[in-house]
């Protein structure tokens, strides 16, 4: 919840546009895939919003809609990159077959301009498989993954509830279906994939232990077979967890204490020791809760194995809030073909708690009408965001009072002058914290 601050002039005339350094019209433009007007487009397929800039990542609106066979609006998880300039949206559930889709789009460029944008596409039959309409090969992963945990900025210790999981997942291409996916371990036991309600190109299998030595006999280095069973054709594919790969080292996060107490309003840079041999083909993953995390292994822009921090982009979190939060290393081989991917790998990651701050109140002071114009001061936190609206009306609902300003202020005293024509008696402004 924003924090506000009021201040409400009755004077004999009274001047309001705020100056803004550097404020103009939004240089951003927003496009869409599927484009406008594209027809046959998957009910199941992320709808993907580019941005010639970087975005503030609360968007004001985004709604997807159709109005045949009947009005309904779509819910959808969303996902942005970590330049904050590609934001992919999935439908959740999928889109209904064979409609019209329309999408509304409204928000904020980082510099605060305004962004929006309109469209909409036809779906097809979906008939052509359990896919998302994106995957163009079946990918088949095999990994192990250890948990440790960070109470502190002393190193971090191993997880004491379950820190050991092995984890064997299939992706589907988007023109095929299965009946039923296997996976067979180098022990000879054979175990049954459950295929993802949301997602139905996804099948998974997840085994998790306390002991390593039970959890390395149980799924030692070695080849692990997929068994694709299908109505058209079945395949099996082999994937190799090579002998010498290493168990990477855990994360220690170097800027723990500082973590404790993030400005949510703020761009964050969170830091840890370097992934011990960790090359440009290995990965880094890092996720704070369900609010914000990094693309993942093997996709357009992860973190490479080199990578010792990573920026937060101001606003991805709530103030006053705690996330639990991760960072993991990856060693990783990957095998393609024309037909699939095979992933193997062995990671560690670290959990740790986040913290985030309440922002400052801003406090409003040292008003002065004087020779025509109106101003004030804005004493908040440096770098802190503030927001000024204003208004004649006070029964007018604040969601509609004008904006005057949005500003990431460098110091802690902000002047604000404004010098609109003199011809309203009674002016209203309010600053809050964010946008």
């Known amino acids: 919840m924003n924090r506000n601050s009021s201040l409400s002039i009755r004077l004999g005339c009274v001047a309001a546009v705020l100056l803004l350094a550097g404020q103009g019209q939004a240089q951003v433009t927003v496009s869409s895939n599927p484009t406008t007007g594209a027809t046959g487009v998957s009910p199941t397929a992320p709808v993907v919003f580019t941005f010639s800039g970087a975005m503030k990542t609360n968007l004001s609106l985004l709604s997807f809609s159709s109005y045949t066979p009947s009005t309904t609006n779509y819910p959808y998880t969303s996902a942005w990159n970590n330049s904050s300039n590609q934001l992919s949206c999935t439908p959740s559930p999928a889109f209904t077959t064979n409609s019209q889709i329309f999408w509304v789009l409204q928000g904020q460029d980082a510099n605060g301009g305004s962004v929006s944008g309109a469209g ?84 998974y299998f997840i085994s998790s232990m306390t002991s390593s030595n039970a959890f390395e ?17 079945n395949q099996t594919v082999p994937v190799l967890l090579p002998t010498d790969m290493k ?53 357009a822009g992860a973190l490479s194995g080199t990578a010792t921090s990573v920026t ?29 991917t095979t992933l193997a790998y062995r990671a560690t990651a670290t959990q740790f708690t986040l913290n985030t701050a309440g922002a400052a109140l801003p406090v409003v002071t040292n008003a002065v009408w004087s020779g025509g114009s109106f101003s004030f001061n804005v004493l908040t936190t440096a770098g802190q965001t503030l927001t000024v609206v204003s208004t004649t009306n006070c029964a007018q609902p604040l969601a509609q009072w004008p904006t005057l300003l949005t500003t990431n202020s460098t110091v802690t005293r902000v002047h604000v002058i404004d010098p609109r024509p003199a011809t309203n008696r009674v002016m209203v402004y309010r600053v809050r914290n964010g946008t």
């Open 120 to 203: 909409y596409f036809t779906t097809g039959t979906g008939s052509g498989g359990s896919g998302s309409g994106t995957n163009a090969v079946t990918t088949f992963a095999a990994g192990k993954l250890n948990y440790w945990d960070q109470y502190s900025a002393a190193s971090p210790v191993a997880d004491t509830t379950i820190p050991y999981y092995f984890v064997g997942t299939t992706t589907l291409a988007s023109n095929r279906t299965a009946t039923s996916i296997t996976l067979t371990m180098p022990t000879t036991a054979v175990s049954n994939l459950t295929q993802n309600i949301v997602h139905p190109e996804s099948y």
């Open 217 to 233: 006999a149980a799924f030692p280095q070695g080849t692990y077979t997929f068994y694709v069973s299908a109505t058209a054709s």
């Open 247 to 299: 168990q990477p080292n855990p994360p220690h996060i170097t800027n723990f204490v500082a973590a404790q107490s993030v400005n949510a309003t703020q761009a964050f840079t969170l830091g840890w020791e370097a992934f011990v041999g960790g090359t440009g083909t290995d990965y880094v993953n890092v996720a704070i809760g369900n609010a914000w995390k990094t693309p993942d292994p093997w996709t």
């Open 312 to 340: 937060i982009p101001a606003n991805s979190l709530q103030p006053n809030s705690n996330y639990t939060a991760t960072v993991a290393f990856y060693h990783a081989v990957g095998v393609s073909n024309a037909t699939y």
